[in-house]
């Protein structure tokens, strides 16, 4: 009932501004031309809420579990991830693992290791729940793009002409310590839904920001990073977030940063849609991702695997409620949806997603993205910027993945030129490599310092297998 409320209130807003602009056509010519323009985006934003994702000549099967020899895969070499993981549950590096690797469309190897929640005895399923994390921006780019196709906008339209109080933006001059008051200087030019998309916008990611003073900055702001049980939105957040100075000028460097979420709020004024409905019904109703949620129903919550981290004595024990409650999925008002960092997914699901990126934007006889759209994603869109700050000259940043470039040949454990992948804040990972139809994905749910392997050593074992 709360959704369809706010589907009502989003059509009554657009509607009512649409009545406004046909009122304001009494005035000057000049001023006339922008206020039909933005009555276009009003019926626009009316008029496609009821789009829906379109049959595709293609028909692609959902993922199945096969034999590794029907898909080019050795079972005696995948068995190596086996030993890889058994040992680091044994030592207590991890307290458990759900690993799977597809290839052709096949699920060659899914499995589980370790416990769930040590606290209670439970064992990890291979089916479990997890915080996936930044894992939800690829899904997130996905959707901006989906609305992209539909002729909304153009990915370098500055994001002040949706949201308005991203106008004018300022960049971060001076910063005093004692009292968190700062100076800014006007950016030389404005955020687009590019920059956003790319984390060249300038915009920080507050407590876990890299520089400090916007870890205060963005405290005392009262912006919400990641994720919440409070009673609040995106909208909320997102309009507190356009007040604050930005890092750096917009597509100048690639900070990493709450863009995503700021597209979260950007979805919603584009499709007239709820973002968490946006997503089932557009995307993860179509793929079949029955267990991708930004807060889990009841009857699934079972499933969601406990964020354990050490404690002194070297037990797995609950990570603590910090800047943010490990409960979010199952607790508080749930209307937050963090499209940076929210969603709640399996191994399987999350499978799936890559799967339709590899199949060139379509699984399931449903075309999620066009193959040319996919190409246009899956190129370096940061001009080497990402390759700079993370101090990797293989990897390079598109528009919803991280990407290897030529150069991870030579460095090697890093899949073919193309792959494309990212991981998420608890300790899930995932990796997709085109040239080999590869997928490999490795989820765990930690936090704290620990002495763990696994992922580079998965992504090496996966990519070994190989046998044909």
């Not at 709360?2 to 209130?9: D, E, K, M, P």
């Not at 029907?70 to 759900?98: H, Y």
């Not at 915080?131 to 994001?159: C, H, N, Y």
Request: aromatic share 10%; net charge neutral; proline share 4%.
């Amino acid at each position: 009932m709360g959704h369809l409320y706010f589907h009502l209130i989003m059509k009554n807003k657009v509607l009512i501004a649409c009545k406004n602009m046909e009122t304001d056509m009494k005035l000057p010519k000049i001023d006339q031309v922008k206020t039909k323009s933005l009555f276009i985006i009003c019926l626009l934003s009316v008029g496609l809420t009821a789009n829906a994702q379109t049959k595709s000549i293609q028909n692609s099967p959902l993922l199945s579990e096969a034999s590794p020899e029907t898909a080019g895969m050795s079972t005696e070499r995948l068995a190596r991830i086996d030993s890889i993981c058994e040992e680091a549950v044994l030592k207590g590096e991890i307290p458990g693992l759900v690993a799977l690797v597809a290839r052709h469309g096949k699920i060659v190897y899914w499995k589980a290791f370790g416990m769930a929640d040590n606290q209670i005895n439970q064992s990890l399923k291979k089916d479990d729940i997890f915080r996936i994390a930044s894992q939800s921006k690829a899904i997130t780019a996905t959707a901006v793009m989906m609305l992209w196709e539909e002729g909304k906008f153009q990915l370098d339209d500055p994001v002040s002409r949706y949201i308005p109080e991203f106008k004018n933006p300022q960049v971060l001059k001076t910063f005093n310590c004692s009292d968190t008051s700062y100076t800014t200087v006007p950016a030389n030019g404005e955020i687009t839904i590019r920059h956003l998309l790319t984390h060249t916008s300038g915009i920080g990611y507050g407590q876990i920001d890299k520089d400090e003073r916007f870890k205060l900055i963005y405290q005392k702001a009262g912006i919400i990073d990641l994720f919440t049980t409070k009673n609040i939105s995106i909208e909320d957040n997102v309009k507190k977030l356009a007040k604050l100075p930005l890092h750096h000028n917009p597509g100048e460097k690639y900070t990493y940063s709450e863009g995503l979420d700021v597209l979260g709020y950007f979805i919603e004024l584009m499709s007239g849609t709820p973002f968490d409905v946006f997503l089932k019904e557009r995307l993860f109703d179509p793929l079949e991702m029955n267990d991708t949620w930004f807060y889990l129903p009841d009857k699934k919550q079972k499933r969601l695997v406990a964020l354990q981290t050490k404690s002194d004595k070297g037990e797995w024990i609950h990570y603590p409620v910090t800047f943010y409650d490990p409960d979010f999925p199952v607790k508080g008002a749930r209307r937050f949806f963090s499209g940076g960092a929210g969603l709640c997914s399996t191994v399987k699901d999350y499978a799936t997603f890559l799967q339709m990126y590899l199949n060139g934007g379509e699984l399931n006889g449903t075309r999620i993205l066009s193959r040319t759209t996919v190409q246009t994603m899956m190129v370096d869109q940061t001009n080497g910027q990402c390759s700079k700050s993370k101090g990797q000259p293989y990897k390079d940043y598109g528009l919803a993945f991280g990407l290897i470039n030529e150069k991870a040949l030579q460095v090697g454990g890093q899949g073919s030129t193309g792959t494309f992948y990212w991981g998420g804040y608890f300790n899930t990972h995932g990796f997709a490599d085109p040239e080999e139809q590869l997928i490999g994905l490795l989820m765990k749910q930690t936090r704290g310092k620990l002495n763990d392997d696994t992922d580079w050593m998965f992504k090496i074992l996966a990519e070994q297998a190989v046998d044909d």
